[in-house]
């Protein structure tokens, strides 16, 4: 359009076509509209499910993920390079497109079992939560989701996010452990309240004893979920033998279809240590992009390896895979064509 009034085809002139200055305002609103209108369609896919909206980032089929790196002692191990790493998406080998190691910060679930089984561990679960907060960059936004029959917000209404641990200590502090475990329900409302976070890296720890017993959603559902989310999951399983409903296959699952960790400790009193542990892996993630070679829809198998000089044995953990939903069938894109046209 610049080119056009810079230099104008005289063939094509004509008198009706003079720029002055209220035809100039009409086209800058015009202009203005169809960027609105541009701006408003999503800059990655989308996929409809039962229980909302979520993707793994992939801006102009740009697919970002983000990765610990730890050696054969599990110590994270720092300083890598861009060209230490190759990333594999259904075997094929990507080229990647950008590369960082930086502490940024995130934006960061705690969701906490409530159930009544909790009750006596609920204080060393308040303790690891803080420990989490105040171990993290001081810049995250930090929320809680609570759940037991029931899934809800731990923050107040007006405070979607907090960087506060006093605001999370009063998150923390008003449900009382009571009735059965909503696991699935608790996920699917974490991963929805990350998208509201403008943090690049978002995060969910989940600390819970046992199994789901109360969910809306199903297993598949939330496996499906987290698959097209970028959210990485870290999940605590403070087990007991004794308790029938425990199920540390689902905790295995989530972490490692989204890069997270699944930890199992013996005590409660280990879990302000696990927090810790956790928030300095967060702070030490590689962010890592490429532009898959291959467009088509179905789910992509992802695997990320690392070699340097000086290191042994290095082993990479990020997400299993992502997938690309399907596009709309003729018919559907015929009616939305049909609505916006005038």
């Keep these: 359009m610049t080119g056009m009034f810079l230099t104008p085809n005289r063939r094509a002139y004509h008198p ?12 800058l609103l015009l202009f203005l ?7 408003a369609q999503p800059a990655h896919s989308s996929a409809s499910n039962p229980a909302g909206e979520y993707n793994l980032t992939i801006n102009a089929n ?3 993920l983000s990765a610990t ?4 002692h599990n110590a994270l191990v720092a300083g890598l390079q861009k060209d230490d790493f190759r990333i594999y998406e259904d075997g094929v080998l990507q080229p990647i497109q950008s590369f960082s190691h930086q502490d940024i910060p995130v934006t960061a679930g705690i969701l906490v079992d409530n159930s009544q089984s909790m009750g006596r561990k609920r204080a060393d679960v308040i303790a690891a939560a803080l420990a989490f907060a105040r171990s993290s960059n001081p810049q995250d936004q930090m929320f809680v989701v609570n759940f037991n029959d029931d899934v809800a917000l731990g923050l107040p209404g007006d405070t979607p996010f907090t960087d506060s641990p006093e605001k999370l200590l009063l998150a923390l502090s008003e449900i009382r452990s009571i009735g059965r475990t909503a696991l ?3 996920i699917a409302l974490g991963l929805r309240h990350l998208q509201q976070g403008n943090r690049d890296k978002k995060i969910l720890i989940l600390l819970t004893d046992g199994g789901d017993t109360a969910s809306k959603l199903t297993l598949a559902q939330i496996l499906a979920l987290a698959r097209q989310s970028s959210a990485i999951i870290y999940a605590i399983g403070i087990l007991d033998d004794q308790d029938g409903d425990q199920n540390p296959d689902v905790l295995n699952r989530l972490a490692k279809e989204t890069g997270g960790e699944a930890f199992f400790p013996e005590s409660s009193k280990d879990l302000a240590a ?14 890592l992009a490429y532009v898959p070679t291959i467009n088509n829809p179905g789910y992509r198998a992802i695997q990320v ?17 992502y997938t690309v939903p399907s596009p709309p069938p003729p018919t559907a894109a015929k009616s939305i064509h049909q609505v916006v046209q005038p």
């Design 184 to 186: 699935y329900d608790g």
């Design 62 to 64: 740009m697919v970002l």
């Design 16 to 27: 009706a076509l003079t720029l002055t200055p209220l035809r100039c305002l009409l086209l």
């Design 33 to 39: 509209f169809m960027q609105c209108v541009s701006g």
């Design 69 to 72: 790196v730890v050696d054969r």
């Design 305 to 321: 390896k690392a070699s340097a000089r000086g290191h042994f044995g290095l082993s990479v953990r990020t997400r299993a895979g």
């Design 274 to 287: 696990i927090c810790e542990s956790i928030a300095r892996d967060i702070r030490n993630l590689y962010s």
